[in-house]
Nanobody, 126 residues
Framework: QLQLVESGGGLVQPGGSLRLSCADSGFTLDAYAIGWFRRAPGKEREGVACINAMVERTNYADSVKGRFTISRNNTKNTVYLQMNNLKSEDTGVYYC???????????????????WGQGTQVTVSS
């Protein structure tokens, strides 16, 4: 079973950048669609970005288009979320999740995703 681990979170000033990583040490991720979700304080979990298996089709929430980029390095068995021009509203816990059954599509429906990481905190503040 997958055990996803996120890393790369931290405290950054508005306008700064962070790169989050999502990895699994035991299973290859290239057969899974991977989604990044976040939960801001007092808000529902929302999908941020996703990438499908193999073909590298991506999808982004409107709030992050042009600022965030999702990518995958199958050699390193890692999916990245590059976050640029960060805003205070990007603050939250970021989770990666893996979807096998619908791996060749890419969507933010939570029910698709069978495996979730523990999350990494991103705080954007001056």
């Amino acid at each position: 079973q997958l055990q996803l681990v996120e890393s790369g979170g931290g405290l950054v000033q508005p306008g700064g950048s962070l790169r989050l990583s999502c990895a699994d040490s035991g299973f290859t991720l290239d057969a899974y669609a991977i989604g990044w979700f976040r939960r801001a304080p007092g808000k529902e979990r929302e999908g941020v970005a996703c990438i499908n298996a193999m073909v590298e089709r991506t999808n982004y929430a409107d709030s992050v288009k042009g600022r965030f980029t999702i990518s995958r390095n199958n050699t390193k068995n890692t999916v990245y979320l590059q976050m640029n021009n960060l805003k205070s509203e990007d603050t939250g816990v970021y989770y990666c999740a893996a979807d096998y059954a619908y791996a060749y599509s890419c969507a933010f429906d939570v029910w698709r995703y069978n495996y979730w990481g523990q999350g990494t905190q991103v705080t954007v503040s001056s």
